[in-house]
């Protein structure tokens, strides 16, 4: 028997690696440490009602589980044999317990690929990936050409992961046909989109399936030295990265001559220090050469002149993931799966105003209804749908109007927005869309490098008119001139950074015409989100005149009687909402 | 900036941890890392000496330090306070919670307290979604968190 304890970032957050102790000390205390293994993977994807604990054989799927639940778990669990039934998680539709993973909403619809072994094996255990095929794509590559391997990737489809979409087979070949002394092979890990986090999950979960494709990329090419480019913010996964690397090598998986084949190759780390622009892929090998991360005019390439001005070829973590299984079941397999134009599978970190925030694999082409309400289970405390931001900052805000529409590279370029890392967040009726583009302008302001004048100068008059906007002081023309301006930020920039920041600003206009309207004609923010343009009133109606909200009011802006209804001096209100929070007869509300 | 001579025995630390790295110039981003990582910070003096061992300009190297946003030429708390503003964390109230901990503690983003105990902080996503909205203090993580919780949660490191 083994009991498999998520060790991701978020389950970590909630205690469990004490989870982990208490059920082997109460595995201890019945005799039974050696029969049942207990093991730390990588992210089961289902974040939301983590800790999740699975036992296998019987694939009992455990949320929410505390430290204190582990004595439970095994006294009845595995010494009776009987679930633990209020640990199961509840169908909310049925309203019927599902122990197993594979019968919940939140899994049927997904295909796991990059995210294969997450949640499966313990990263940290170099054998747990090999019994599971690891290494196996390495060794059959060997046997072939590197074009025959080349032709395997451009066969399958596969198109680069980390936003772009370039196939990853046609970026293999550039880099194969520029001949030099030394070539290098790079691993994006630098996830910089806020509210994405599947790169990191792979590396937490699954550390030697990019390690494996960095090598078979390294064969195709001719390069004999990986390097992996990875936040210094994700210290757990640069942790299973540094055991894996030295397992590797250890197994002559790394190094010189890989299993008897003649190819060196061997993989170190850099570490980003915080810069968003350093996902694109000059400013992340200027950054590794140890300079300020600024992106430089293509072409060059890198695969004519990269890293230390060497052939190089970048590919994100979740790209490289895709690689060996590719290897291994062949390219019509993995073609079969996904759209016309986008073969295979997405990972999206789904999260915001959802019930079930974690992280997804679905095939392409699944839409983003099925996302949002069968994997995702609707929105949260059963509020109205309002919007589905894909592609973080340099993506859109789409609306209800577009949730049939299957995601795939194209389709979401067509609509406004774009696939991006795969960042996917939910907004419901409470989130101002003019408000969401000003927090994405405020992080592309800050993340712009600085170098082409329309990003650095463009962006940050961008953000100064939805501030007024927000304000309440924005005029229509404001709105012409966020869209011409936007337009001019889109085709003078240097990078991918200022082609794509305005996005945000254009899919609000776009979709949520009316809302900018009422901002600038009425004054009003229909979400209640802009502080500016709120005002808190009390309804006499429903006030009974407790004076709880007097009483907590920081300013004493709010009057009345005893047992009568109160009333809030506007004037002198800051609109902090403390007086609304205590209500608890729902007396006061904004207008 | 105040002047402050960097005492001997760290400017030896220093030329150590450049000598690990060969002194070269590429080297740069993992050498401020590790300075960093001894120091707590980088302020002038500590650029000025990893300048002259790897053979670059000062100015090369406040234009790295200054560009990425790991880097700190300020010292951080002895508790420092991270709030996660990644768009997950923004949408479920991020913003209140980083309000009253600005509120309570009466230090803007990216100072200290006087007392040197907190300092705040944003964060671009932890990648823990699931709990957003978070906060980071040290090396814990706090998830769900609101701002009725914030006294609470700084009580615990004020005694």
Known sequence: MHILICGGTGCRASKSELIQTNLEDALKAKGLEDEVQVVTTGCFGFCEKGPIVKILPDNTFYIEVKPEDATEIVEEHIVKGRQVMRLLYTDPDKKETVSDAKNMGFYKKQIRIALRNCGFINPENIEEYISRDGYGALGKCFEMTPQDVIDIIKKSGLRGRGGGGFPTGLKWEFASKNEADQKYVVCNADEGDPGAFMDRSILEGDPHSVLEAMAICGYTMGADKGVIYIRAEYPLAIERLKVAIGQAREYGLLGKDILGSGFNFDVEMRYGAGAFVCGEETALIHSMEGLRGEPTVKPPFPAESGYNGKPTNVNNVETFANVPVIINKGADWFSAIGTDKSKGTKVFALAGKINNVGLIEVPMGTTLREVIYEIGGGIKDGKKFKAVQTGGPSGGCLTERHLDTPIDFDNLLAVGSMMGSGGMIVMDEDDCMVSMAKFYLDFTVEESCGKCTPCRVGNKRLYELLDKITEGKGTREDIDLLRNLSAVIKDTSLCGLGQTSPNPVLSTIENFYDEYMAHVDDHKCVAGQCKALMQYVVDPELCVGCTLCARNCPVDCITGERKEAHVIDVEKCIKCGACMDKCKFNAISIQ | ?159
Do not use: W
């Not at chain 2, 990893?50 to 010292?75: C, D, N």
């Open chain 2, 1 to 159: 900036m105040a002047k402050i001579k960097l005492a001997k025995d760290k400017v030896e630390k220093l030329i150590e941890i450049c000598k690990s790295f060969n002194n070269e110039g590429s080297e740069l981003i993992n050498v401020l890392h590790k300075a960093q990582g001894t120091f707590g910070y980088l302020p002038a003096e500590v650029q000025e000496v990893i300048a002259r061992e790897l053979g670059v300009s000062v100015a090369h190297v406040y234009g790295v330090v200054t560009f990425y946003s790991f880097f700190t030429m300020v010292p951080k708390g002895e508790f420092p306070i991270s709030i996660c503003m990644g768009t997950a964390c923004y949408v479920r109230g991020a913003e209140k919670v980083l309000e009253e901990f600005k509120k309570q503690l009466k230090v803007p983003i990216g100072e200290t307290t006087e007392d040197g105990k907190f300092s705040i902080s944003c964060l671009r996503c932890v990648g823990a979604c699931g709990l957003a909205p978070v906060v980071t203090i040290g090396e814990r993580t706090y998830g769900r968190v609101s701002a009725g919780d914030v006294a609470d949660i700084l009580k615990e490191y004020r005694n």
